[in-house]
């Protein structure tokens, strides 16, 4: 991944939207010394082991489970707590000084002392190092770092961010031994030494091996004697396989929707659940606001009338995602339903033509659609050619798509060659700051050319000063009602997260929230 205008997109992996859980995850017990050794394979890989520059989903499920942070998120819960430290807090009413107070006889695995010295080097660290596939471009914001003493962290931020906590709650927040890493340098022994509830045994190219970390002092209750992590390169058949034949206990990230559907109705009698969780992966279709067809509002509102989201996920992702009907997806606490308000859930072919009309359009608007599926999945092309053909059955469009790799795909975006294409998001964090300050802030990541100075010089700043949470919401509304007007971006779909598992696995309601944290200490396998 390449940092681009601070804020690196990460990959949508689609969910499963059909079934109830089932019994995989209702079943809890044991500790790290009863339970069995868990097998778990997924088709994404995982890019780092140093979290000084790991900014992808397979790294961040590492970072989570071998590194502590100073707070975290719990199971199902977007407000973070206290991890690594005792208690945190904003000392100031303007959210620019934010102190915690590590728990005390804290250890890495390895037996050395974790104090304040190394939550300040790691991410001074992090600051310094500025890998363009690290996490730095989360912490503009931090100016400085105080260690009054051993327990102490002060962090100074120049500018007001209520959204810090959550940051540092992130996998952006690991917490590293200063003795084991190089301050000015990446680690690149493929090894990694953290506080967290497990140790990394070894990592090759095919698998990851984590024990049970004996020094681990935080919240986590461990389940298990160990995980196994077997990477398929992104063989989502060769997968699939693998549960099928009992080689691996669950398959997390990366089967399609057909291979989902498959198990569920093969599942009777074979031992194989399909557990579905919430998700906050979200994905758009963003216009180039200075392109001379979707630069017209006209054009993106008739597209905006003419979008069948309910038949687009059922028919391209089989009941494997939802409509989203705004850029802050459902479960993020200031969502609303702008584009349902303002354009409604079916399509409108009379609405759609009376916007083309009022911009002087009488013939049929020739559009592409662009796509990326190597970046956003497999059935991305087919999403795009479905949209297209609801909007050639208006008789209103001449649309196609093309499809190109990612790394020509990000250029030409930059270059501004592209009108209409498509983006997906996965959040660092659960907060509605993370769907809009991306997206919308100074040196947004759209390359979109759209700028409003109402969300850019009130609402984001106001927002990200605001420490209730739930005092922001009027202000996310606000933000989320001009997107819907002005139209630089259409909400698609909200995906949920899903894993298959064998026989006598639990544990898994507990990986698959919001937060995008998967806990190996919550899979237990009888």
């Not at 945190?88 to 590590?102: H, I, K, M, P, S």
């Not at 054009?299 to 996920?313: G, S, T």
């Not at 509605?432 to 390359?447: M, Q, R």
Request: aromatic share 10%; glycine share 10%.
């Amino acid at each position: 991944m390449n940092k681009r205008n601070q804020w690196p997109v990460l990959p949508i992996v689609v969910g499963l939207a059909s079934g109830l859980l089932t019994g995989c995850g209702t079943q809890t017990g044991g500790s790290g010394q009863g339970g069995s050794h868990v097998v778990m394979g997924m088709s994404d890989d995982v890019l780092a082991t140093d979290p000084a520059s790991g900014y992808d989903p397979g790294s961040w499920l590492l970072f989570n489970n071998v590194f502590q942070s100073l707070l975290s998120f719990p199971n199902g819960g977007t407000d973070p707590q206290p991890e690594a430290a005792e208690d945190c807090a904003f000392e100031d009413t303007r959210t620019t000084v934010y102190q915690c107070t590590l728990k005390d006889g804290l250890k890495f695995s390895n037996g050395d002392r974790l104090t304040s010295e190394d939550v300040k080097f790691s991410f001074d660290r992090m600051l310094r190092i500025d890998d363009a596939d690290g996490p730095a471009v989360m912490f503009p914001m931090l100016e400085e770092i105080e260690t009054p003493d051993d327990r102490t962290v002060v962090f100074k931020l120049n500018a007001p961010d209520a959204t810090f906590p959550s940051k540092i709650a992130s996998g952006a927040g690991s917490i590293v031994n200063h003795r084991e890493y190089d301050a000015d340098g990446l680690r690149t022994d493929a090894e990694a030494s953290g506080s967290g509830p497990y140790k990394l045994d070894s990592f090759s190219d095919d698998e990851a091996v984590f024990s049970v970390n004996e020094n681990y002092r935080g919240t986590a209750e461990v389940q298990n004697e160990g995980i196994t992590l077997k990477f398929f390169h992104g063989d989502q058949g060769a997968l699939k396989t693998a549960l099928q034949n009992g080689d691996i206990d669950i398959a997390y990230r990366g089967l399609t929707a057909g291979d989902i559907a498959d198990l569920e109705q093969s599942s009777d009698g074979s031992g194989i659940e399909v557990v579905e969780g919430s998700s906050a992966e979200v994905q758009h279709l963003v216009f180039n606001m200075d392109d001379p067809v979707a630069g017209k509002l006209g054009v993106r509102q008739a597209i905006a009338h003419l979008l069948d989201r309910e038949a687009l996920v059922q028919d391209v992702y089989q009941g494997t995602a939802t409509p989203l009907y705004s850029i802050i997806p459902a479960g993020i606490l200031g969502h609303n339903t702008a584009f349902f308000d303002t354009y409604g859930a079916h399509p409108s072919k009379s609405k759609a033509a009376a916007a083309l009309a009022a911009e002087g359009i009488t013939d049929k608007v020739k559009l592409t659609l662009w796509s990326t599926p190597s970046r956003y999945g497999p059935a991305t092309d087919q999403e795009l050619k479905a949209i297209a053909g609801q909007l050639n059955a208006s008789g209103l469009f001449a649309a196609d798509v093309k499809s190109v790799a990612f790394d020509q795909y990000e250029k030409d975006i930059e270059a501004g060659k592209y009108g209409v294409y498509v983006k997906g998001w996965v959040p660092d964090y659960p907060d509605a700051d993370n769907f809009t300050s991306p997206f919308f802030g100074e040196g947004n990541v759209l390359s979109n050319n759209y700028g409003n100075d109402t969300i850019t010089g009130t609402l984001i700043p106001n927002t990200a000063a605001e420490s209730d949470r739930t005092a922001a919401e009027r202000d996310f509304g606000r933000l989320q009602n001009i997107v819907a007007e002005e139209l630089p971006v259409l909400p698609v779909w909200q995906a949920k997260q899903y894993a298959v598992v064998g026989d006598g696995v639990y544990g898994l309601e507990y990986c698959l929230d919001a937060s995008t944290v998967f806990r190996f200490w919550e899979l237990r396998k009888a």
